[in-house]
T-cell receptor, first 115, second 109 residues
Framework: GAVVSQHPSWVICKSGTSVKIECRSLDFQATTMFWYRQFPKQSLMLMATSNEGSKATYEQGVEKDKFLINHASLTLSTLTVTSAHPEDSSFYIC???????????FGPGTRLTVT | DAKTTQPTSMDCAEGRAANLPCNHSTISGNEYVYWYRQIHSQGPQYIIHGLKNNETNEMASLIITEDRKSSTLILPHATLRDTAVYYCILLRSNYKLTFGKGTLLTVNP
């Protein structure tokens, strides 16, 4: 149980284009989903928290107009990187949690490379 | 938020117990101690968590000192697949996880 998937697992895009990353909770309904970013040899940094049906809450320093998050259902959240630039190249990881538990379950991550 | 301190790296022989320490001297009464690990280029994996009492599951044991200022994660029989970065995190009711640098555990054959 508690499986979270991400799609795609890796993507290469050209500078200026937009990329959408999907995060799905496969066997449970996720009240809350989180998006993280991890640069090489660094730790995970929380970007935003999303609750189903409401606007995402972004961490300080994260541009909400650049990183669009939609949490339209209890099993799906999407992160769209708009007008991507090479500095947005990173490992993006989502996590999900049930309403009744504290722990988060993480997806396998999406490697984004912007050329 | 309260911070945790972990050694940067540790080595362990395959088949032996791996004991990973974590200091959290400024922990608040409502903060849980959570452990996650991240194998290279994968998403973090939940291991175990506790508040006051020691906990054990199929993966590991968590020993929390009586004053809650430190804890130890124990992998009873480490295997090569346990090589990963282990994160000790304090979790509050806002459910946000703040990842530090963690401990790189290398299990050697």
């Amino acid at each position: 149980g508690a499986v979270v998937s991400q799609h795609p697992s890796w993507v290469i895009c050209k500078s200026g284009t937009s990329v959408k990353i999907e995060c799905r909770s496969l066997d449970f309904q996720a009240t809350t989903m989180f998006w993280y970013r991890q640069f090489p040899k660094q730790s995970l940094m929380l970007m935003a928290t999303s609750n189903e049906g409401s606007k995402a809450t972004y961490e300080q320093g994260v541009e909400k107009d650049k990183f669009l998050i939609n949490h339209a259902s209890l099993t799906l959240s999407t992160l769209t990187v708009t007008s991507a630039h090479p500095e947005d190249s990173s490992f993006y990881i989502c996590s999900a949690r049930l309403d009744t538990i504290y722990e988060q379950y993480f997806g396998p991550g999406t490697r984004l490379t912007v050329t | 938020d309260a911070k945790t301190t972990q050694p940067t790296s540790m080595d362990c022989a395959e088949g032996r117990a791996a004991n990973l320490p974590c200091n959290h001297s400024t922990i608040s009464g409502n903060e849980y101690v959570y452990w996650y690990r991240q194998i290279h280029s994968q998403g973090p994996q939940y291991i175990i968590h506790g508040l006051k009492n020691n906990e054990t599951n199929e993966m590991a044991s968590l020993i929390i000192t009586e004053d809650r200022k430190s804890s130890t994660l124990i992998l009873p029989h480490a295997t090569l697949r346990d090589t990963a970065v282990y994160y000790c995190i304090l979790l509050r009711s806002n459910y946000k996880l703040t990842f530090g640098k963690g401990t790189l555990l290398t299990v050697n054959p």
